[in-house]
């Protein structure tokens, strides 16, 4: 492929080896547009090469829109600092699963739903408090997930529209309970009911901090904290997870088994599990004596597995604008609980000398969402495992509204890469003997 040139009519030339091709091109409201090359191998026998997908766009999307440069983040179309800070979780959820935000009723009528579908079958409490207690929350999650669809088979349909609606609830509704199980049956401690007179977000507090004798009133500042966090991760586009759900989904996978592949890709600490990671390291550099300049010196000096954990964006060259958010909710929670936390300091002053430091501005390396949100968990009394799964419960909007879109796109197909073969020619097998 030597030359690529677009023309005003929205087709590129290419030219290859010796042929000159004509693809067209999708355009997009904003952001990048893209050349369709899917028939670039009947064309040519040549195929695309692009590990990671840095330049490949796997779908077309309503949902979400980021522009990395300028430190954008919109869900279907409204900035996320506007959504943060007006809007509940379920209505969010609403917004990216429906496009639209609902009316008055519509909105107490899906919050209503939701919160009707907390309780969770006895046999799936039961199994909840069966997996070791030292287990990851995160494998706990997952198989929960998986195991959710075998409880409710007759929302298992991947075409009925009504299936597809009451299971988009039973996910919403019951996610919450399996994360505040998660939390309980780590110390084990007796799994609580679902109180149907409380707010989503009130009552997952509740059900995962309560003493089962007390009477238990959550700290509004921390409902209103744990909105907002939930906001910030309900969506962002073709990440990891959710080109995951997708791609399971393609297979005509329910959107349970979807969700569960979701939570598995999630773990990860490249991705969602950077959260969990965050603490870790401001645990150690705490427990080294609080200075970070050593720390850096070695992130810098790239020593295997050590990466400053929380920075860095695959899309965001510029502040992630979930971060600012979660930075400024960080001084506000630790405020008004009466806490203070010496990691706050440490990842402020990482943050400091990171934005000073060459190696991280010739990077456009800046704080992502997972660099401050571990501190506003632990605040709250979250356990450093719990950080990823309450980063899943928050993304389940998103990976709902990704599923439902793929579902309905007539264009698409199972996913299915190539590859460029690079192993041996043909050979003849050789008898055990021989060898
Ligand atoms: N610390 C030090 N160096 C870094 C970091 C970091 N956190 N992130 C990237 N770099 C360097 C990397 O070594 C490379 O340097 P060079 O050009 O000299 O080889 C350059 O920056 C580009 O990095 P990359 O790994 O090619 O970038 P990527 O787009 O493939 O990876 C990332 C993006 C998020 C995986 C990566 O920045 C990273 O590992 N960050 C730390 C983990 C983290 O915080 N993940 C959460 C991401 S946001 C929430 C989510 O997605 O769940």
Known sequence: MTDVAATPTQTVRLSVRDRELEYPVVPAVEGNDGIVVASLLKDTGMVTVDPGFTNTASCESKITYIDGDEGVLRYRGYPIRQLAEGSTFLETSYLL?????????????????????????????????????????????????????????????????????????????KT?????????????EPLLY????????????RMTFAEPYAQYEANPAVVAAMEKLLILHADHEQNCSTSTVRIVGSSNANIYASMAAGVNALGGPLHGGA???????????LANGGDATDFMKRVKNKEPGVRLMGFGHRVYKNYDPRAAIVKESAHEVLESLGASDPRLEIAMGLEEIALADDYFISRKLYPNVDFYTGLIYKAMGFDTAMFTPLFALGRMPGWIAQWREMRKDPQT???RPRQIYTGSPKRDYVPVDER
């Open 97 to 173: 699963i429906h496009g639209e935000l609902p009316s008055k009723e519509e909105r107490v009528a899906f919050a209503e739903r939701v919160n009707r579908h907390g309780l969770v079958h006895e046999d799936f409490r039961t199994f909840m408090g069966t997996f070791p207690r030292h287990a990851h929350p995160m494998a706990v999650m997952a198989s929960a997930m998986n195991a959710l669809g075998t409880f409710y088979p007759e929302s298992l349909s991947i075409s009925d529209e009504e299936a597809i609606e009451l299971a988009t609830v039973l996910i919403l509704a």
């Open 176 to 188: 919450r309970t399996i994360t505040s199980y998660v939390h309980r049956a780590r110390r084990g």
């Open 194 to 205: 679902p109180d149907y007179s409380r707010g989503y977000v009130e009552d997952f507090l």
């Open 275 to 285: 959260n969990e990671a965050v603490l870790v390291m401001l645990d150690e550099i």
């Open 413 to 415: 197909k199972i996913g």
